[in-house]
């Protein structure tokens, strides 16, 4: 992938190159392209926003990112070495470097367990210290998501949702990770304890210096706290640009079409944008395991030309520094 302008300064702690995760179609001779030659990089300290319709290989992605799905194909290297086919042995020295909060908090957390040690297990696997060491880390991570440590002994379905949240991302940063990928991780949540956890990650990534990947389908959460943002359509990438330069004008006409569905709180005037003229998509999403021939969004698109259907677009760069995946973008 050529260097994208709209990045932040950095050393590239995340790469995947060509990523593609395919699954068997029982009974017939099909597979399904959940991830399909996904090219991207994150930059250590910033986040990259994930979004796309539900289906479109989001969660996928996160997950082989972090080796937690084993890949199909491509290349993944986090932190200057290659992970893609590491052994579990091997990969298990790197796991404490990149850690996963999921997306439901009550189904991420085993009810039999205490909170406490819920947090505790990946410091008791990675060997940490001795129990003394590890209550005392436990209790440390608890204050730092705002939990208070009188709770350790109290069971998942004794915290509301957004403390089960918070028991989660403090699982996941008991490692000392330099990367958290989040999927979805505010999509169960009440708006207003939304903003709290969000208000959570930001805090949490000036602290600790934190890369993360925020996976999610609200277009709001991800223009509140990502620097870059990569669309997604059917296991692929159509998108990739700075947050601000996407919101302004959308280069791919899914993106556009997904920008015209947030809804306006105001007139537009506020931060000097116009009202989005609401674009309605017809037909349906095809599927993953009969993707259309060249471009994989022409069945829906407004702007579709004879050549869509031949030849699917790369995703290259524009003239701006962001890339499309697109024969004829909408900006430059």
Do not use: W
Not at 62 to 87: A, P, Y
Not at 253 to 266: E, F, G, H, K, M
């Amino acid at each position: 992938m050529t260097v994208d302008e709209a990045a932040p300064p950095g050393e590239v702690l995340l790469r995947a190159t060509d990523l593609t995760k395919h699954y068997p179609v029982r009974g017939r001779r099909q597979v399904l392209r959940a991830v399909d030659g996904v090219s991207l990089e994150v930059r250590g300290g910033e986040t990259l926003g994930v979004v796309g319709e539900s289906g479109c290989g989001k969660s996928t992605l996160g997950r082989c990112l972090v080796r937690l799905t084993e890949l199909t194909g491509g290349r993944v290297e986090f932190d200057g070495q290659d992970i893609s086919t590491l052994s579990n042995r091997r990969l298990r020295r790197v796991r404490p470097g990149m850690q996963l909060v999921f997306q439901d908090p009550q189904a991420s957390l085993n009810p039999r367990r205490r909170a406490g040690d819920i947090v505790a297990e990946p410091l008791l696997v990675h060997r940490y210290g001795d129990k003394h060491a590890v209550r005392r880390k436990v209790g440390e991570l608890f204050d730092v998501v705002g939990l208070a440590a009188a709770h350790l002994d109290r069971y998942p379905h004794e915290f509301s949702g957004g403390q089960r949240q918070r028991i989660g991302i403090a699982r996941a940063l008991a490692t000392n990770p330099k990367l958290v990928v989040a999927d979805e991780p505010v999509s169960a949540l009440d708006v207003s304890i939304q903003a709290q956890v969000l208000n959570l990650f930001a805090d949490l990534q000036e602290e600790f210096g934190l890369t993360y990947v925020f996976i999610a389908h609200d277009l709001g959460v991800v223009r509140h706290v990502s620097d870059r943002i990569a669309v997604m359509y059917l296991g692929g990438i159509v998108e990739l640009a700075g947050t601000d330069a996407l919101y302004a004008q959308p280069a791919h006409p899914y993106t556009q079409a997904l920008l015209s569905a947030v809804p306006d709180i105001d007139d537009g005037t506020v931060g000097g944008e116009r009202p989005r003229e609401r674009i309605v998509l017809t037909g349906e999403v095809p599927s993953p395991a009969d993707k259309p021939t060249g471009c994989p969004f022409r069945t829906r698109c407004p702007y579709v030309q004879e050549l869509c259907a031949v030849e699917r677009p790369p995703l290259t760069m524009t003239a701006s520094g962001r890339h499309v995946a697109c024969h004829y973008p909408l900006a430059g």
